[in-house]
T-cell receptor, first 116, second 115 residues
Framework: EAQVTQNPRYLITVTGKKLTVTCSQN?????MSWYRQDPGLGLRQIYY???????DKGDVPEGYKVSRKEKRNFPLILESPSPNQTSLYFC???????????????FGPGTRLTVT | KQEVTQIPAALSVPEGENLVLNCSFT??????LQWFRQDPGKGLTSLLL?????REQTSGRLNASLDKSSGRSTLYIAASQPGDSATYLC??????????????FGKGTHLIIQP
């Protein structure tokens, strides 16, 4: 089944303890992206990747890191989480964007993160 | 910077009614527009994708239109059912002010279909 998977689905952690949220897609998509969803603010893009080893900042990148060493994986890293990063996080993937065609984006099930 | 607005924020209608959800965006230089459905505590399910060169897309009881020049899209739901109850999100793919290629989302319309 074609899908985007995220792990963990739920995470409660403490301020400053490094964590990684994994994202994987099995559709051979070139484009991957991370969003966070907050009440009253909606969904906002954190980072995106056009292809392997190519990553760029979205609208709210502060406090986050990403890497794209393999096409299928795009982990989100919080080196020193803070309470304002408590949110619902979504990973998305697409066959391509921009010059390669503007395709439908598929979203993972979400990761609910609480930082105390 | 691209901004997306959805009206109304919430809507409650009896089962069987046809309804229209509205979406507007400030920068007409979009690549495409996508409508999603989000159920409580769940992820996003893509409903329809309209490329910038297209005027509308249809899937079953759903029809989405796009007027890029005026910065508007509508999602039409025919013969609504209680299972249609969810939050509907509109998102445009464009080059944002910061140079990022990504979806800019509206805050959604929370739809309740009364049995």
């Amino acid at each position: 089944e074609a899908q985007v998977t995220q792990n963990p689905r739920y995470l409660i952690t403490v301020t400053g303890k490094k964590l990684t949220v994994t994202c994987s897609q099995n559709m051979n998509h070139e484009y991957m992206s991370w969003y966070r969803q907050d009440p009253g603010l909606g969904l906002r893009q954190i980072y995106y990747s056009m292809n392997v080893e190519v990553t760029d900042k979205g609208d709210v990148p502060e406090g986050y890191k990403v890497s794209r060493k393999e096409k299928r994986n795009f982990p989100l890293i919080l080196e020193s989480p803070s309470p304002n990063q408590t949110s619902l996080y979504f990973c998305a993937s697409s066959l391509g964007v921009r010059g390669r065609g503007f395709y439908e984006q598929y979203f993972g099930p979400g990761t609910r993160l609480t930082v105390t | 910077k691209q901004e997306v607005t959805q009206i109304p924020a919430a809507l409650s209608v009896p089962e069987g009614e046809n309804l229209v959800l509205n979406c507007s965006f400030t920068d007409s230089a979009i690549y495409n527009l996508q409508w999603f459905r989000q159920d409580p505590g769940k992820g996003l399910t893509s409903l329809l994708l309209i490329q910038s060169s297209q005027r509308e897309q249809t899937s079953g009881r759903l029809n989405a239109s796009l007027d890029k020049s005026s910065g508007r899209s509508t999602l039409y739901i025919a013969a609504s059912q209680p299972g249609d109850s969810a939050t509907y999100l509109c998102a445009v793919l464009s080059r944002s002010g910061g140079g990022a290629d990504g979806l800019t989302f509206g805050k959604g319309t929370h739809l309740i279909i009364q049995p």
